[in-house]
């Protein structure tokens, strides 16, 4: 078992940058595909960003391609968001999740442990 506590969220304007943090309790860190995801009020949770169990394989969603990134270290049991350029439309609170497997994985189902959670909020 895992447990995730993000960090990072905040108020910042259109076009401001974010780094979100997520720390990982536990010895097997390295065995979880990790992800970040995002639930907009009102709106389903969506998939946002993934990352293998080793970082070398990504992928992240199209609404944020060519925004944000997403790493991990798993010496220090963290996986991180960087946000660049947020619009409003990314507000939203934001999820690390983990999951058990060596891929990359964009389906909110497939993730087995969720943190709390982190609000961002990008104003206009």
């Known amino acids: 078992q895992v447990q995730l506590v993000e960090s990072g969220g905040g108020l910042v304007q259109a076009g401001d940058s974010l780094r979100l943090s997520c720390a990982a309790s536990g010895r097997t860190f390295g065995s979880y595909a990790m992800g970040w995801l995002r639930q907009a009020l009102g709106k389903e949770r969506e998939f946002v960003a993934g990352?293998?169990?080793?970082?070398?394989?990504?992928a992240v969603a199209d609404s944020v391609k060519g925004r944000f990134t997403i790493s991990r270290d798993n010496a220090k049991n963290t996986v991180f968001l960087q946000m660049d350029s947020l619009k409003p439309e990314d507000t939203a609170v934001y999820y690390c999740a983990a999951a058990r497997g060596g891929g990359v994985y964009t389906a909110t189902r497939v993730y087995d442990y969720w943190g709390q959670g982190t609000q961002v909020t990008v104003s206009s």
């Open positions: 990352i293998s169990r080793t970082g070398g394989s990504t």
